[in-house]
């Protein structure tokens, strides 16, 4: 991954935007792992403004927008890496405004990029108590997920309640304490890609 985001960021056309071939030997593709990633870290600090190659429609073509993308495919894999390593125990806590972000990137720009289609109709609502943030999510059948409009109250036909880093595994399908209350099958179409 951290390869192919290196790619994206050096060519912003997305031409030529193709992860590098990983070494066979099992020492040679440590190293490897470990050269693309500190070297991944060094260009995302560059200008985050400069431009860069993301194949999802709703991210600005930015460093900056990369450098995001690459924080919480980091952040959810970490958690991936804890649960296998030692099933869960001394589990991660994200920092709230981290995780609300996360919450955000997943909920307003990765999944309206997916341009799935799906048969559910109905409203959600996720809210982050600690941070005191809201989403509010309108789903029409044919159509991919779209935000609602923030003006209309409106009675959600299911609700995601809880501190943003348990809103943030619920949403990338990793254990969570997050409450869910309402019409369940309407997670289908919300489900990690």
Do not use: C, K, N
Request: proline share 9%.
């Amino acid at each position: 991954m951290q390869s192919w985001a290196r790619a994206s960021l050096a060519d912003p056309s997305g031409e030529r935007a193709v992860a590098g071939d990983p070494p066979q030997d099992w020492d040679a593709l440590l190293a490897w792992w470990d050269e693309q990633r500190g070297a991944l870290v060094d260009e995302l600090g560059d200008d985050p403004d400069a431009p860069a190659w993301l194949p999802f429609g709703e991210y600005p073509p930015t460093v900056g927008s990369m450098a995001r993308r690459q924080a919480h495919e980091a952040a959810v894999h970490r958690v991936d890496a804890i649960i296998a390593g030692r099933g869960g125990i001394g589990m991660v806590t994200f920092e709230p405004t981290f995780a609300a972000d996360g919450v955000d990137e997943f909920l307003t720009m990765l999944l309206p990029s997916r341009r799935t289609e799906h048969q559910f109709e109905g409203s959600v609502l996720v809210h982050a108590t600690d941070v005191d943030r809201l989403w509010s999510l309108r789903l029409e059948p044919g159509t991919p997920l779209r935000s609602a409009d923030p003006e209309q109250p409106f009675e959600p036909d299911l609700s995601i309640t809880g501190v943003a880093d348990q809103l943030y595994r619920a949403l990338w399908g990793r254990p969570h304490r997050a409450g869910i209350v309402g019409e369940r099958a309407l997670l289908e179409p919300l489900h990690a890609p």
